[in-house]
């Protein structure tokens, strides 16, 4: 008796402001995923690897990080991509899993390229370079107004607020802009999903959206 084909793996990226609710939606969308079959592999950005971690470490909460320039920014958050793209990503989506990204390149694209002006690119080429030919089959922007992801911040935050969260309402208005541009001009595989619904709504969407998309 022939093999039955084993299922090709997919990468689902999830984007979006901070406070956005990335976190709770991935974890809801791995228990649909796995209840029907699927082996699930979630991971974040920067870290996934033990490498990316120390990366992380550097980007949020390095004493002198807010002397760090936009250009070593985007170089360490693809260094830390690309390992986790090699260590992680690759060899999951090969065995025919599902992974799950906590962000993904559209993150460099939006926060370094638009929010802190590099040149698109450079940090395209950048990206390209750190990936490979392993793109997302789909990315989830998770979409919420600016103010509503600053008081995210403000309420989860415990203690000193790191790097990223001590942004001011202009850096996240344009990260907002930023993937409400890259979803018209990638509308086959990126997807806004509101961010003000309730979680039980959110959740519902991406499910019929994951079901359309790969059965």
Known sequence: ??????????????????GSGKSTQITRLAEHLQQ???????????????IGEQIRSIIVHNSKGDEMCPETELLLFTAARAQVVREVIAPALKRGAVVLSDRYLDSSTVYQGIARNL????????????VGEVMPHLTIVIDVPTEVSLARIRRRASGLPDRMERENIAF????????????????????????TLSPDAID???WAEVQKRFG
């Not at 029907?36 to 033990?50: D, I, L, M, S, W």
């Not at 040149?119 to 750190?130: D, K, L, Q, T, W």
Request: no cysteine; proline share 7%.
């Open 1 to 18: 008796m022939p093999t039955k084909p084993k299922s090709a793996g997919q990468l689902i990226s999830f984007e979006g402001s901070e």
């Open 36 to 50: 029907a079959g699927r082996e699930v592999v979630a991971t974040r950005e920067p870290g996934g690897t033990e």
């Open 119 to 130: 040149a698109s690119g450079p940090v395209s080429a950048i990206n390209r370079f750190a």
């Open 172 to 195: 996240y208005t344009k990260v907002r802009e930023g993937y409400l541009l890259l979803a018209k001009e990638w509308p086959e595989r990126v997807i806004v999903v509101d961010g």
């Open 204 to 206: 519902k969407k991406i």
